[in-house]
């Protein structure tokens, strides 16, 4: 397994181009299910969890085409072009194999299910930041009038004349259950009404493009969403928009090491409060052409708390805890979207972070330094932490399980080094 060694102390400087948004291109993925037509997605980013979701689609019977990534590419457009075409889709079962590697594979529910009457999907399971149950996906569905059984770990639905448009009230915001819900009633008979909808840029960003496949949706990026079906979609192009939490976690990395860099692409209307939390925390920001300058002088202690968009995203949570280790004073940080979101609190400790958990929150006290230390995370964002604590650090950081940042950060050595940071990734023979 790959590793990433990081020597602390370079203030970053320069230019980093913000990829595709890996959790607005998951379910724009799945989008393309709906219909016969081809969906073309461009700007998706380059990473494992992309790969994996089009296996899965290929398993369904999706061709994938490459062709206009060649044009784009040498047209100087950066991410991945990828055409897919759900016409031939003749296996409506996701197996366990590919949906436990990565959750987002829930998403195929609600599209198999509106075009095709049947779905088979396995239940994801847990994860390392959470039991993370499917719940409101299914009663969601259940009220569009679809029949749910569980059998032997799989999600067996059915809906042979079709979806019926319906109000479906979630008691609680869920990214995923508004996404599978919005697809699945593009094409229900009649009209949905979503209350309590997620408002995260990727839901708005996968409902601009099912209007462009000639969904009727209105209400995007507010709390309650109306769909009225209709008989069929066709296939459009759509660009994924810039991933938000990469920005942000790029720009907590050149602000840790009091550095300032210029962030290409980046969105800064996606960032919701999380621009004012970075902001309360000493990073200051200033728009350029096609993006965002981030500096940093000096680190304070703030308090955060996440919560759905437009509140501090619990994606940036553990980057922004590694953040505020060497901040001067002291800063609370509570989690309330996931449970068990905290594996990198004993990891930043043991590079010499002063951290006190207390159930739902941890209280962070800034230290002088932060001291190199091989170190291991169990997620995604957890990882980029350590990342960050380790631009930071005096000496070497070695993180291990990098395959974990993989999923969802694309070629961060390689953006990080262009800065000036001293990070390589040594490869594991294996
Ligand atoms: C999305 O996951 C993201 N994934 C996650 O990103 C992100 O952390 C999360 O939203 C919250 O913003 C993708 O977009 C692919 P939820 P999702 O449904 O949709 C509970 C990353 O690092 N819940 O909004 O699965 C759930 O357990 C990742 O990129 C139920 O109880 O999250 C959680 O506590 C990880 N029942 C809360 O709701 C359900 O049926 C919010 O989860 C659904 C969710």
Same mark, same amino acid.
């Given at each position: ?35 016969? *037509? ?22 369904? *019977? ?102 019926? *448009? ?52 209105? *209400? ?211």
């Amino acid at each position: 397994m790959d590793k990433i060694a990081i020597r602390g102390g370079n203030r970053l400087s320069g230019r980093v181009r913000v990829g595709g948004a890996k959790n607005a291109a998951l379910p724009l993925m799945c989008a393309s299910l709906l219909t016969e *037509g081809t969906l073309t997605l461009s700007n998706l980013p380059r990473l494992a969890d992309i790969t994996t979701l089009m296996r899965l689609l290929v398993q369904h *019977g999706v061709e994938m085409n490459m062709d206009g990534d060649e044009s784009c590419r040498a047209a100087g457009r950066q991410g991945l072009t990828i055409g897919m075409d759900a016409t031939g889709v003749n296996n409506t079962t996701a197996p366990y194999d590919l949906v436990r590697k990565m959750r987002a594979s829930v998403l195929v529910l609600g599209p198999l299910l509106a075009r095709f009457g049947n779905a088979r999907v396995s239940l994801p399971g847990g994860c390392a930041i959470g039991t993370r149950p499917v719940d409101l996906h299914l009663k969601g569905l259940q009220h569009l009038g679809a029949e749910i059984d569980l059998d032997q770990g799989y999600i067996v639905a059915k809906a042979p004349n079709g979806l019926q *448009g319906g109000e479906v009230v979630f008691p609680f915001v869920s990214v995923g259950a508004t996404e599978n819900l919005m697809m699945a009633a593009t094409l229900a008979k009649g009209t949905t009404r979503l209350v309590n909808a997620a408002r995260e840029p990727e839901v708005t960003d996968l409902g601009e493009c099912l209007i462009k496949m000639g969904a009727k949706i209105s *209400g995007l990026g507010t709390d309650t969403l109306e769909i009225e079906g209709v008989s069929g979609l066709h296939g459009a192009e759509h660009p994924v928009i810039p991933d938000r939490i990469e920005t942000a976690s790029l720009a907590m990395a050149a602000a840790v090491t009091r550095g300032e860099i210029d962030l290409i692409d980046a969105r800064p209307d996606h960032l919701g409060s999380a621009i004012e939390a970075m902001e309360a925390a000493g990073i200051n920001f200033s728009p350029i052409e096609g993006g965002l300058r981030v500096s940093c002088s000096e680190l304070v202690g703030t308090d955060v708390m996440t919560e759905p968009y437009p509140g501090f995203p619990t994606d940036l949570q553990a980057q922004m805890m590694a953040l505020l280790t060497t901040a001067s004073g002291a800063s609370m940080i509570t989690e309330s979207i996931f449970e068990n979101r905290f594996m990198h609190v004993p990891e930043l400790m043991r590079m010499g972070a002063n951290i006190n958990l207390h159930g739902r929150s941890a209280m962070v006290r800034g230290v002088e330094r932060l001291t190199g230390a091989e170190v291991m995370a169990t997620d995604l964002r957890a990882s980029m932490s350590l990342v960050i604590a380790g631009l930071a650090a005096e000496g070497e950081t070695l993180v291990n399980r990098v395959y974990h940042l993989d999923r969802g950060y694309e070629r961060l050595e390689e953006k990080l080094s262009a800065c000036g940071a001293d990070i390589t990734r040594i490869k594991e023979q294996s």
